[in-house]
């Protein structure tokens, strides 16, 4: 089975057990409504927990799991990994995408391979990606029209149309 990360753990936040996020989903209010189940992967296999609350807190998601009511319960968490499976996944409408199907994929400037998207940042007004490059620099891709042609999730290649000085040597 496939299992998709939605966050890591980034720290306890207080003594009443509630974990400091950093999201990696795109929709985190809909990843940890209360009630939810999530898998916290601990040496190969995947324990769920179920989000008792959810909040937002400058960039962090902040929740606490069922049982779960002390600093004790979840100091031991501290870097792990929370999965779901792919089945809880809405279908998107077209030209809409899951961050796990952009991440990892092939970035082509007409038949020059660029690099690969390793990192996608909110910024507000549209996603940034972080096109990783051998040997060289990263380099930031605005999530618009004018620059992302097409995108093929099964092949895991993209086609953008740089602007000028996008991308440097």
Not at 62 to 78: A, P, Q, R, S
Request: glycine residues 8%; contains cysteine.
């Amino acid at each position: 089975m496939q299992w998709l990360e939605v966050a890591k753990i980034a720290n306890t936040h207080g003594l009443k057990g509630e974990l400091k996020l950093l999201a990696s989903t795109d929709f985190p209010e809909e990843r940890f409504k209360v009630g939810n189940d999530v898998f916290l992967e601990t040496e190969g296999t995947y324990v769920p927990l179920t989000v008792s609350s959810y909040r937002k807190h400058k960039q962090f998601v902040m929740v606490t799991f069922k049982g779960m009511h002390h600093i004790n319960d979840v100091e031991k968490y501290k870097g792990m990994k929370l999965f779901v499976q792919p089945e809880v996944l809405q279908e998107l409408g077209e030209n809409e995408y899951y961050y796990h199907e952009i991440i990892g994929c092939d970035v082509y400037d007409g038949d020059e391979k660029i690099g690969v998207v390793s990192e996608i940042l909110e910024t507000g007004a549209n996603d940034v990606w972080t096109i990783k490059r051998p040997g060289k620099k990263d380099v930031l891709i605005p999530y618009i029209e004018q620059v992302v042609a097409s995108i093929d999730v099964q092949e895991k290649r993209i086609q953008i149309t740089p602007l000028p000085g996008l991308i440097e040597g």
